[in-house]
């Protein structure tokens, strides 16, 4: 993965790769500690079933890490991330997967900044809605 | 036990006392931004990107050295294992925030939101701090999750030198949980069950009605003192104050007065969009419920519609209404 796409290789309207993501405990509870997040929901399932849920779910650093990694495993090492927004909706459970879908929707010439809408999706809806700015190197 | 109305306003004055207050002092996070940490990061991601890894590749992509990937941001002042310890004994304002709501029954937390930048990539041995205001508590809202309060806190992250790294904005539901659906019988080894709607309350004043519709009636509430029918039911008839209350068996028959097509927030568990429509019907009272069995475009003010219930979920049943055939 060492090719990085540059300004001019990218459209609006352009399709990422989908990709799935499959939510083991090993990702869920990998995740949260790796961001240091501790809250119990995210590793002990009787804390997350005494919110309601069936068993523990993603934190929400976590879901960000993702929405990164998808779009720089699509621009390459070059692209840098200049802003993250991210909407949150059905939780991502142990035992389902997210599928990540993205397309870029704007793209500005003058600063080489592009922005990438990013979806991902389990069994119940959409986990996240959010959208990724990185800028691409401008190219020859 | 729900809250009454008094004690909602006094819980919400206490809560709005926390807006604008810092969640703690400014608190460098416990280490610099290191290697392993990276590592571990990009482990649960599965993010090969060579520039969190190599510090050669890293340096072919225009930096110094190995960097951190910039969502990580968060995670270099978290609180870490303390964090399971919970907030009974509180130690910012954000925890006393949290128990107020806790104590009142608000027990759940999701985040929901959150909006970042970042200003640049940071490195190993930049130290972070985080300097986090609570913005802004939203009124009562009512979400698939349950009812609660959202909580908006933004944070501005500086360098050692005292350099803004980036910023973010958050927000977390603090909420009352409703019980989700249990998961059906080992149907896929633990696999997450499909959740299903939302359940109306039904309670003292409304309980016979939404049994009645069990049974197939759509009923409308009738005041045994005066003939005043009234929807939703109601525990005293607001024509001449009776209490003593009976019902009629609706046609079914109406017209829709107002509609709305509901196509955000998706709601887990409902097929989108929903159409929501205020229904006028012929006996005089007014129903909200969901128009089916017809199209976003073709549903209009005034347009004649029939109830009819239908068992939305295994045993529990719902009026809705269709165009008049």
Known sequence: ?140 | MPLSQAQKRELEAKMQEFVGLPISEPKPGRDAVNEPMIRQWCDAMADENPIYWDAAAAKEAGYDGVVAPPTMLQAWTMQGFEMAEGYDVPKNNEHRLHKLLTDHGYTSVVATNTDQGYTRYLAPGDVVTANTVIESISEEKATALGIGYFINTRTTFTDQDGDEVGWLTFRVLKFVPQQQPQAADDGGAGAAAAPGIIRPPMGHDNGWWWELVQDGVLAIQRCNGCGALHHPPRPMCNQCRSMDMGHVEASGRGTVHSFTVIRHPQFPGYDMPILAALIDLEEGTRIVSNVVDCRPEDVHIGMKVTCRIDEVEDGFKLPVFVPAG
């Open chain 1, 1 to 140: 993965m060492t090719h990085s796409l540059t300004f001019p290789d990218v459209s609006v309207g352009d399709e990422l790769p989908p990709l799935d993501v499959p939510l083991t405990s090993a990702v869920i509870v990998g995740g949260a500690l790796a961001s240091r997040d501790y809250t119990p929901v995210h590793h002990d399932s009787a804390a997350a079933r005494a919110q309601g849920m069936q068993d523990v779910f993603m934190n929400i650093l976590t879901t960000n890490g993702y929405l990164g990694r998808y779009v720089t495993d699509w621009a390459g090492p070059k692209a840098r991330i200049t802003a993250l927004s991210v909407k949150l909706g059905a939780p991502n459970v142990v035992g389902d997967t997210m599928k990540m879908t993205g397309s870029v929707v704007s793209a500005d010439a003058d600063s080489g900044e592009i922005e990438v809408e990013v979806v991902g999706r389990n069994a119940w809806g959409n986990h996240a809605e959010g959208k990724v700015r990185v800028t691409l190197p401008k190219g020859a």
